[in-house]
């Protein structure tokens, strides 16, 4: 009795003889693992609950390609923070991730750190049905035949943003002018006019920055810890929610007013199956995730594809000639700008597709898609037990050479030309994930990033300078998406001069 009274007077004691009952409990697990699970993957340092985390939080993709080929098996287990992660790889690993139904594995209880940012009964919040129908309406919204409808919208935010923030000459970070642009084509197209114009002048500018910060990585692992922006959060969805309401107010009483094409009319009109429409609330909650969702993960992939063309002589003059055969011109500076696209114009950038693909090849902006393991499965003969986190990795398999080669990590665009496209794999390719959680907003951001870059090549003369002029930026692991790392993506920009000649 004494020795445990003595043992917990003193904290270091208490500490010290936490670790060795880890250690013990994590060498005692190692030892009594079921044959039939997937084969357990570490490297040393490992350390006893923590296991991994060094290894992937110093360089997450490496170590899941070392774990990959060291084990060879499509399947495998790394610790981290306690959790038993099992990652699926290749073209069946995929398969069997995306492929499996809902109440085996579950999207809701992986991603139940959004409930701060998104409010409660929204999104993955929800029960299985009634989230899948609020799925159902992102999709019916950001739809192409709905682009056509945001083509203008695009193009007006673009010039007028390019305008008032760039100017004719200067520098600038590519990063962060891209990220504002998206946040406001999306409002402008997704939000509506009425938020649009009220959108710093009512301060939803100041409180979006609080919900887009509270997306804190370690809460994927506890949920539970007391998020530092929970206050915030609530307090910017009061007031999303307040300015949501006057608008809808506003439009349902002047139904003689001729009708929004925004998305935000799309959510008015929707309908649950029971018939119910959505509050105002739930409203609220798709809005929010559709800006969220939209703004990083476009900004990034649009910066990243302009740091590859700027190193790549070759693939940037054959796009810029693209634009030119768009606009049927031989000279450049008289037609290409301030031209406007058409949509039929967009759905013609082949040469544009195949670099954004690859693009996202390299860089997709979710690292890793995660579900909880609620009913077990079988996989290539191993047992994949409730309890686990069971995840892909486009970050890590996008690189993998059995599934794109011995050179998967060079820029080769033409991998998705019509003559090599046939070689990639099922589910080879995914950095919209795949089955019934693909991307809901995948086609609204595809036109946006042709959309916008296209315009700003067509406007301005850029270049990359300081660290991005001699080198591609490194992934920032730090965000919910994987950034380019800001300090290699300042560019210098003269704005083209149409020429008369
Ligand atoms: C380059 C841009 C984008 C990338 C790479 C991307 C990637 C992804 C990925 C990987 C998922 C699946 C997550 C999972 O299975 O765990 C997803 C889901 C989703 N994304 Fe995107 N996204 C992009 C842009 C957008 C935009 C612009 C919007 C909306 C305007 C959007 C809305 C959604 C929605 C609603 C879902 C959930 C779909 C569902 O669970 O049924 N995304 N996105």
Redo the contacts with the bound molecule.
């Keep these: 009795m004494d020795a445990i009274l003595d043992l917990l007077s003193d904290p270091r004691r208490i500490a010290a003889a936490a670790f060795v009952a880890l250690a013990v409990k994590s060498l005692l697990d190692r030892l009594t693992r079921p044959k039939d699970l997937p084969p357990f993957y570490s490297e040393t340092p490992y350390i006893p609950w923590l296991g991994s985390i060094v290894q992937f939080a110093t360089g997450p993709r490496e170590f899941l390609q070392r774990a990959a080929l060291s084990t060879g098996t499509g399947c495998f287990t790394v610790q981290l923070f306690g959790k038993q992660m099992t990652f699926l790889t290749g073209s069946d690993g995929h398969a069997h991730f995306?492929k499996a139904r809902e109440n085996q594995f579950d999207?809701r209880e992986?991603?139940a750190m959004t409930v701060i940012t998104f409010g409660p009964g929204v999104?993955?919040d929800c029960p299985q049905s009634k989230?899948?129908q609020q799925?159902?309406f992102?999709?019916n919204g950001?739809s192409d035949e709905c682009f056509v409808r945001y083509m203008d919208l695009v193009q007006e935010e673009a010039a007028s943003f390019f305008e008032s923030e760039w100017g004719d000459e200067g520098e600038a970070c590519l990063l962060e002018s891209l990220s504002d642009l998206?946040t406001l084509t999306?409002s402008r197209c997704?939000l509506g006019d009425e938020i649009r114009a009220k959108w710093k002048s009512s301060g939803m500018a100041e409180h979006y920055l609080a919900l887009d910060h509270s997306f804190v990585p370690i809460l994927f692992f506890f949920p539970w810890i007391p998020n530092p922006h929970r206050n915030k959060c609530v307090t910017a969805r009061k007031l999303f929610e307040k300015m949501f309401k006057e608008t809808i107010e506003e439009r349902r009483k002047n139904p003689s007013k001729e009708k929004s094409n925004d998305?935000l009319q799309v959510l008015m009109e929707a309908k649950y199956r029971d018939g119910t429409a959505l509050t105002v609330t739930e409203i609220t909650g798709?809005m929010i995730?559709?800006?969220l969702?939209?703004?990083h993960?476009?900004n990034?992939?649009g910066t990243w594809l302009m740091s590859h063309l700027f190193k790549s002589k070759e693939w940037m003059d054959e796009i810029m000639d693209e634009q030119a055969r768009i606009f049927s011109t031989e000279n450049l500076d008289e037609t290409l700008h301030p031209a406007k696209l058409s949509f039929a114009d967009v759905q013609k950038m082949e040469v544009f597709d195949k670099a954004l693909s690859e693009a996202?090849r390299l860089h997709?902006?979710?690292f890793q898609?995660?579900?909880a393991v609620k009913i077990p499965s079988k996989f290539k003969g191993y047992n994949i037990p409730e309890g686990h986190i069971v995840n892909v990795s486009?970050g890590a398999s996008h690189r993998l050479p059995d599934l794109w080669g011995d050179d998967a990590d060079s820029f080769d665009p033409d991998r998705f030309s019509p003559e090599r496209k046939n070689d990639i794999k099922p589910y080879g390719w995914?950095?919209?994930?795949?089955?019934?959680?693909?991307?809901?907003?995948?086609k609204?951001?595809?036109n946006?990033?042709k959309v916008s870059l296209s315009w700003l090549l067509r406007n301005y003369e850029l270049e990359f300078v300081g660290k991005g002029a001699e080198e591609l930026p490194k992934e920032d692991y730090t965000t919910m998406?994987v950034a380019p790392t800001s300090s290699h993506t300042r560019v210098r920009y003269r704005r083209r001069k149409p020429s008369r000649n």
């Design positions: 995306f999207i992986a991603y999104c993955y989230m899948a799925f159902a992102f999709k950001l998206f999306s997704l998305f798709i995730g559709v800006l969702g939209g703004q993960t476009s990034v992939t996202l997709p902006p979710f898609l995660s579900r486009p995914i950095p919209f994930g795949g089955g019934m959680h693909q991307c809901g907003g995948r609204f951001a595809w946006s990033l998406v």
